[in-house]
């Protein structure tokens, strides 16, 4: 779900603040290359309204104004009577998304079923912005109900250029796809708009979608890595966390500082920024700069090995020396107790993390510090503060060390250390504040929750997936998860794989590994399925 590549999380894309406000003008016309061979895919917009709900309290004092949103639109495999799936954006950038119609699982269905494929970029995101910057009061409309409202707009009020025919819903079958927050926007959409609410949009399927808001997120993160990665890594890694939670609980200012020191850290003033860059080959909470187990994936091409590096190199064999003798040094702080394999983390840190911050000035704001008010308040659009707010008001889900057992993380990082941040982020407006000790999960959870049920809805989520735990097959989930034998409430959760993996494809289902090849065999079923409903 979090993005990735993102370093402290505004860091990167952070523009100079813009005094105008207002609706943003056009993106018409520019183009994105495709990565595959052919055509470069044209950027059009829809003039979206910002604010679907003019009887709602909640959109006080309400506009009437609309907003360019971006999409782009595949006709290859397209033939009259075949359906249209819109891709939902989610979080990022709807340049980032094109992988899904060239190769991934919009290809994999459009080629199956003589369909059309879109994306859709969510608004707040990429280039779909309502304003030209994102004041708390400008960032009222960033709501689920707003954006899957888009979903619905769109649906109804497409143009495809070069297309015969009216594609609009509901006199098509629109199909609805999207992974993680989108994947949640997917499941959303179809409950709302579908069979199960006002019909217009045909049905959907939600890949590890995150349907559950709660505050904190102690469960799962962390937890596939301590189950599933190498014991010796897990243990190492605990041990030492357990040693550093034990000099914090002692207020050993002395030996902590020369903890941070090992790791060349020295400057981080608090203990929490610093308990937080020395997870950042595990991830979060919110933001990490490598790719770590949540970016593993089935394919070299998509994935990443970082995480298998950063475990490997915890858990060398014979070691240089320097790294050893490392082990010892804070041995007289834990009762004589070596640190093991600390040597190897903090090498692996200082070789890695450390030149990503090139100045050196390891606590400033666009390094490794957080603690800079001014820094959170800018008010320059970037998908990072609109996700940050999405998670301040509704999603939710901080992440945090686990409440007992053997942890990945320092128990220092605790909710505060992200409500910090909705708090610096997003002042209280003239007519719009965040949730002041959280999000209020309601927004979110009123939908379904766990108990989730939309007709024509599939869910399809990965063991591993390390957000999973508020995914439908989330391990708290109360009732067996089982597919309904009408077709209607397909589920399947592909065993061993990660955060919506089904979303990437090689151009050859056969040469696929075998839980994916046949996650997507049962995406075409699901999808035909809908197909013949439809037809009926
Ligand atoms: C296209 O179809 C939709 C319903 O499917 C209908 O509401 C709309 O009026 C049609 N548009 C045109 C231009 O025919
Ligand atoms: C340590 O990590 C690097 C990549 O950062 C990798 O090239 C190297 O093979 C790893 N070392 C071990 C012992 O696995
Ligand atoms: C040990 O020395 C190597 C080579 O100079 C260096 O890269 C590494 O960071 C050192 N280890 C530690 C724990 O500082
Ligand atoms: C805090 O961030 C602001 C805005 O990015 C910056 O101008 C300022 O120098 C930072 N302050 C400190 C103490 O780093
Ligand atoms: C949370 O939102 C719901 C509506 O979704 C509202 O009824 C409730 O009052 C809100 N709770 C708080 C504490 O604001
Ligand atoms: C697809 O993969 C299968 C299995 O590896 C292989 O036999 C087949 O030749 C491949 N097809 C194409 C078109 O590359």
């Known amino acids: 779900m979090h993005l990735i590549n993102l370093f402290c999380l505004y860091a990167s894309g952070f523009a100079s603040v813009q005094a105008l406000s207002g609706p943003i003008s056009s993106s018409d016309g520019s183009i994105v290359r495709r990565q595959s061979s052919g055509d470069p895919y044209k950027i059009y917009t829809i003039d979206q309204p910002i604010d679907h709900f003019p009887d709602s309290p909640r959109y006080e004092p309400h506009t009437k104004a609309t907003f360019k949103q971006r999409y782009i639109f595949d006709k290859t495999y397209y033939k009259p009577g075949g359906p249209v799936y819109l891709y939902i954006g989610g979080e990022v950038n709807l340049e980032s998304r094109l992988e899904n119609l060239e190769s991934g699982i919009i290809k994999i269905l459009m080629q199956a079923t ?61 199909i609805l796809y999207g992974g993680s927050l989108a994947g949640a926007q997917t499941a959303f959409s179809v409950k709302t708009y579908g069979g199960s609410g006002t019909g217009l949009l045909w049905g959907g399927i939600a890949a590890s979608g995150v349907i ?17 990665a190498a014991g010796d890594f897990s243990i190492s890694i605990n041990a030492i966390i357990d040693k550093m939670d034990y000099l914090v609980a002692q207020k ?57 590096d950063f475990s490997n190199n915890v858990t060398q064999l014979n070691p240089p020396a320097n790294n050893t003798a490392v082990d010892h040094q804070l041995a007289k702080y834990t009762h004589g107790e070596p640190w093991l394999n600390l040597g190897n983390y903090a090498a692996y840190v200082k070789r890695v993390l450390l030149p990503l911050c090139p100045s050196g000035d390891y606590n400033d704001v666009t390094c490794f510090g957080t ?135 090689i151009n050859n289902i056969s040469a696929e590994p075998q839980f994916i090849r046949n996650a997507h065999l049962w995406e075409i079923r699901v999808v035909d399925r809908f197909l013949e409903m439809w037809s009926k």
């Open 114 to 174: 003589d369909g059309l494929g879109i994306i859709l970029e969510n608004r707040y995101y990429g280039e779909s912005y309502p304003f030209d910057t994102s004041t708390t009061d400008q960032l009222a409309y960033l709501t689920t109900e707003q954006t899957i409202a888009d979903n619905a707009y769109f649906a109804q009020h497409v143009t495809l250029p070069g297309v015969e025919g009216n594609l609009s819903a509901p006199g098509t079958p629109w």
């Open 212 to 228: 559950h808001s709660q505050h904190a997120y102690p469960e799962w993160y962390y937890n596939p890595i301590q189950k599933f």
């Open 252 to 308: 050993n200012t002395k030996a902590i500082q020369e903890l941070k020191e090992i790791f060349g850290l020295g400057a981080l003033k608090d203990i929490r920024d610093f308990a937080m860059t020395i997870a950042f080959p595990l991830g979060g909470p919110m933001n990490y700069p490598t790719s770590t187990w949540q970016e593993l994936n089935w394919s070299p091409l998509y994935g990443s090995d970082d995480f298998w």
């Open 371 to 505: 603690q800079n008010q001014t820094f959170y308040a800018e008010v320059a659009n970037g998908g990072s503060r609109s996700y940050l707010y999405t998670t301040c008001t509704e999603m939710g889900v901080y992440q945090v060390a686990q409440p007992s057992g053997p942890s990945l993380i320092s128990r220092v990082l605790q909710v505060d250390y992200t409500q910090q941040w909705c708090d610096w982020a997003f002042p209280p407006g003239k007519y719009n504040s965040i949730p002041k000790n959280g999000p209020n999960v309601t927004w979110y959870n009123h939908y379904g929750d766990f108990n989730f049920k939309a007709d024509r809805l599939a869910f399809i989520d990965g063991e591993q997936d390390v957000w999973r735990d508020i995914c439908y097959h989330s391990r708290a989930a109360p009732n067996p998860r089982y597919s309904s034998v009408d077709g209607l409430h397909p589920e399947h959760l592909i065993a061993g794989a990660g955060h919506h993996w089904d979303s990437y494809g």
